[in-house]
């Protein structure tokens, strides 16, 4: 339902209390990954991300975990020119003071994001689009094992 019985309209936000009495807004409720039961902000790891000097843009996605079920993923297209690996992603943002859950475990370089009709980067797509990666590139391990 879009609207609470008392006419509220459910925006789909995240928000906590600040001690000042003021909300400060988290995220959206679908824009979270779950892993291991910790609800991980896409958004917070994302501007964390945009801070560093090599990304020109960020998503992050859920990718699937057995046990987990869920770990977190960071699509980036960097600036031109630029290089950048999940081992520096991580320190860059740990010397941020990120929580350890938090930390992105896999990275994926890309050119470009996959787009809603409305211009914005279409995560459910793009999360499909990883995980199908992932998966073929772990059964390509398992023939190489048989083989």
Do not use: W
Request: charged residues 35%; glycine residues 6%.
């Amino acid at each position: 339902r879009a609207f609470t019985r008392d006419g509220f309209y459910r925006s789909g936000d995240l928000m906590r209390r600040h001690p000042s009495g003021n909300y400060i807004v988290e995220g959206r409720k679908k824009d979270l990954i779950n892993r291991g039961g910790e609800k991980i902000s896409a958004e917070e790891v994302e501007n964390l991300i945009l801070a560093h000097p090599a990304v020109k843009n960020v998503a992050c996605v859920p990718i699937p975990d057995p046990i987990l079920g869920e770990r977190m993923c960071a699509c980036v297209i960097l600036r031109v020119d630029c290089e950048l690996t999940l081992e520096e992603l991580v320190a860059f943002l740990s010397r941020q003071e990120i929580a350890r859950h938090k930390l992105p475990e896999h990275l994926e370089i890309m050119d470009d994001f996959p787009l809603s009709p409305f211009g914005k980067v279409s995560k459910r797509e793009l999360a499909e689009k990883i995980a199908l990666k992932l998966k073929a590139s772990a059964e390509g391990e398992a023939l190489r094992r048989k083989a």
